[in-house]
C-alpha cells in the first residue's frame, strides 16, 4: 500500500483550486500543488493543510483531500496563540488524519508542529527547501526569531531535508551537518506555447523588496524600443500594497512597460507564451517556478541568481549587476540567431532535469525509502 502525503500548506489553497479569488500564488505553493497532484494521479493518498479562504470544511479535487484549518482568531490566550491554537491545530489535524509522511515547505513555525506529530507517530517528515536561505546561518528577515528557533527545531527532526539546487546542498552541509536529496523543481504545462525573439520582456512573480521588481522598470527605461510586461500582485499578510502602488506610479511613465497586476496561477503560464525573454531581479530565490515556465516554452532567462541543479549545469543567464544585466539582454535581442540558440539551450536543459517523468521517479524512490 503507498504511504499517505500530507502537505502543510497554510496558502496552497489558490494555486489547487482555479477561481478561488485569493490573490496569492507564491512558489512555494505551485509547486506543491504541482507534486500533490502528480502523485495523487499515481495512486498516492494524498491530502492538504490550509488556512480558511472561504471554502468548505473538505474539498476533494483531482484525488486530493484538502482540509480547512481553523482560523485562530480569539481563542486562546493572548500571548500564547503563537503556540495555541495555531502550531496545536496542525498537530491535532495530522493527528486525526495519520499521515505516513508530512510534507512542509518554507521556513516557518509548522516545521516544530509536523516533526513533533512524526516523531511521536512512527511517520516521517520531509522538509523542502524553498528559498537559498532556508539552510543558512542568518534568520530570515520576514521570519521572527521565536518562529526561526521553531522552524529550526523542527528542521533537525525532518527525517528528510529536499533541496532544490547545488548551493542550498552545501548550505544544509556546511551549516546544519546534514546531506540533502536534491530534488530540481518540474513543471507540467500541457498548454504550453512558445517564446518569440520579437515578443515582449516579462517580468512575473510576487511583488516584494527582495525581488526588486525596481531594476526590471529600470531595464524597461534603457530599452525604449523593446516592449517589457510586468505581472504579479501584493505579498500576502506582509503590507505590500505601498510597494505595489510605488512600482504602479513609476511605471506610468515607462510608455513601452505594461503592469498587469496579479494573474491567477492557472493563467501565469499564458503570459510567457510569445515572450522574448523572462528577468528575475531577486536577490536570493530557491528556484523560480518563472524559470521552468520560460524554459518549456524556450524563453531564455536573466536573472541574478543561478540554482544550478549539478555543478556548472543551470538554464539562466546570471548576471552581476543591472549594468550587465542590460548589457546581455540588449546583445541576446539584438541578434537572432544567438536567442535562438538559446532558446533551444533553455529548452534541452528543461526537457533533461525538470520534466514531469524525472520528478515523479524521485518521489516514487523517495516515497519507498530510497535516495532519489
Known amino acids: 500500500m503507498k504511504p499517505h502525503l500530507c502537505f502543510v500548506s497554510p496558502y496552497?489553497?489558490?494555486?489547487?483550486?482555479?477561481?478561488?479569488?485569493?490573490?496569492?500564488a507564491g512558489?512555494?505553493?505551485?509547486?506543491?500543488?504541482?507534486?500533490?497532484?502528480?502523485?495523487?494521479?499515481?495512486?498516492?493518498?494524498?491530502?492538504?493543510?490550509?488556512?480558511?479562504?472561504?471554502?468548505?470544511?473538505?474539498?476533494?479535487?483531482?484525488?486530493?483531500?484538502?482540509h480547512k484549518l481553523p482560523a485562530a482568531g480569539r481563542r486562546g490566550v493572548k500571548g500564547l496563540r503563537w503556540l495555541t491554537p495555531r502550531l496545536t491545530d496542525v498537530s491535532a489535524a495530522l493527528r486525526r488524519l495519520?499521515?505516513?509522511?508530512?510534507?512542509?515547505?518554507?521556513?516557518?513555525?509548522?516545521?516544530?508542529?509536523?516533526?513533533?506529530?512524526?516523531?511521536?507517530?512512527?511517520?516521517?517528515?520531509?522538509?523542502?527547501?524553498?528559498?537559498?536561505?532556508?539552510?543558512?546561518?542568518?534568520?530570515?528577515r520576514h521570519v521572527t526569531p521565536r518562529d526561526w528557533w521553531l522552524y529550526q527545531w523542527g528542521l533537525r527532526r525532518a527525517t528528510t531535508v529536499l533541496t532544490q539546487n547545488c548551493q542550498q546542498s552545501q548550505?544544509?552541509?556546511?551549516?546544519?551537518?546534514?546531506?540533502?536529496?536534491l530534488c530540481p523543481n518540474f513543471l507540467i504545462d500541457a498548454q504550453a506555447g512558445h517564446g518569440a525573439a520579437d515578443g515582449p520582456v516579462v517580468w512575473v512573480g510576487t511583488i516584494r523588496q527582495l525581488k526588486r521588481p525596481q531594476l526590471f522598470l529600470e531595464l524597461a527605461r534603457r530599452l525604449p524600443q523593446r516592449r517589457f510586461v510586468l505581472v504579479g500582485g501584493a505579498e500576502v499578510d506582509a503590507g505590500g500594497d505601498a510597494l505595489v502602488a510605488a512600482v504602479r506610479q513609476q511605471a506610468a511613465a515607462l510608455p513601452n512597460l505594461e503592469m498587469r497586476g496579479y494573474v491567477p496561477p492557472q493563467q501565469v503560464g499564458?503570459?510567457?507564451?510569445?515572450?522574448?525573454?523572462?528577468?528575475?531581479?531577486?536577490?536570493?530565490?530557491?528556484f523560480p517556478n518563472t524559470f521552468l515556465q520560460a524554459w518549456i516554452r524556450g524563453v531564455p532567462s536573466l536573472s541574478f541568481v543561478n540554482p544550478e541543479v549539478q555543478p556548472g549545469r543551470g538554464g539562466t543567464l546570471a548576471c552581476a549587476d543591472v549594468d550587465q544585466m542590460a548589457a546581455a539582454l540588449g546583445a541576446l535581442l539584438a541578434d537572432a540567431g544567438a536567442w535562438q540558440a538559446r532558446s533551444a539551450h533553455v529548452r534541452q536543459h528543461f526537457d533533461h532535469y525538470h520534466n514531469?517523468?524525472?520528478?515523479?521517479?524521485?518521489?516514487?524512490q523517495l516515497l519507498a525509502g530510497a535516495p532519489a
Do not use: C
Open 27 to 66: 512558489g512555494a505553493e505551485l509547486q506543491q500543488a504541482l507534486i500533490a497532484r502528480l502523485l495523487a494521479r499515481d495512486g498516492y493518498p494524498v491530502s492538504v493543510l490550509t488556512r480558511d479562504f472561504g471554502q468548505a470544511q473538505r474539498v476533494d479535487l483531482d484525488g486530493i483531500a484538502i
Open 98 to 140: 495519520a499521515p505516513d509522511v508530512v510534507y512542509l515547505r518554507t521556513a516557518s513555525a509548522y516545521a516544530a508542529a509536523a516533526a513533533w506529530y512524526a516523531t511521536r507517530h512512527r511517520a516521517r517528515f520531509f522538509y523542502a527547501g524553498a528559498s537559498d536561505t532556508d539552510f543558512g546561518a542568518s534568520r530570515e
Open 270 to 286: 499564458a503570459v510567457f507564451d510569445g515572450a522574448a525573454a523572462l528577468i528575475n531581479t531577486s536577490t536570493h530565490e530557491g
Open 171 to 181: 548550505e544544509l552541509a556546511a551549516v546544519h551537518g546534514r546531506q540533502g536529496q
Open 12 to 24: 496552497i489553497y489558490p494555486s489547487l483550486v482555479a477561481g478561488s479569488g485569493a490573490a496569492h
Open 356 to 364: 514531469e517523468a524525472a520528478a515523479l521517479r524521485r518521489y516514487q
